[in-house]
């Protein structure tokens, strides 16, 4: 499971990506996401990673707050998860 809760992030120039975002993804569960160039796919993906940390709120990854992990076990942490950037071009003929 993922959950985010209450999470908002805000860049040091006053641009707000995410603002009070809460959902939860259930195990087994696929999701997209979508939308146009800039309105914080990659931001809101590298979130689960722990790649960007968020101003505030939350982040649940199989039941653990992922924000209170230390750095040593990220690696442990990435593996569970698979995501595939949209230009990240594991496919060659696509």
């Known amino acids: 499971m993922i959950k985010l ?6 860049y040091p120039s006053g ?3 995410l ?4 959902l939860e993804i259930e195990d087994g569960e696929f999701v997209f996401i979508v939308g146009p ?4 796919r990659t931001t809101f ?5 722990r ?3 968020p101003n505030s ?5 199989s039941d653990q707050n992922i924000l209170a992990i230390p750095s040593k076990k990220i690696p442990y ?8 950037f949209q230009d990240f071009k594991l496919l060659l003929n696509r």
Do not use: A, H
């Not at 809760?5 to 805000?10: A, C, G, P, Q, S």
């Open 51 to 53: 790649e960007i940390f």
């Open 57 to 61: 709120g939350k982040i649940i990854v």
């Open 45 to 49: 993906l590298k979130r689960f990673t």
């Open 15 to 17: 641009q707000v990506v």
């Open 19 to 22: 603002d009070d975002v809460s």
């Open 5 to 10: 809760d209450n999470v908002t992030k805000k």
């Open 77 to 84: 942490l990435r593996r569970q998860i698979g995501t595939i």
């Open 37 to 40: 160039s800039g309105i914080g």
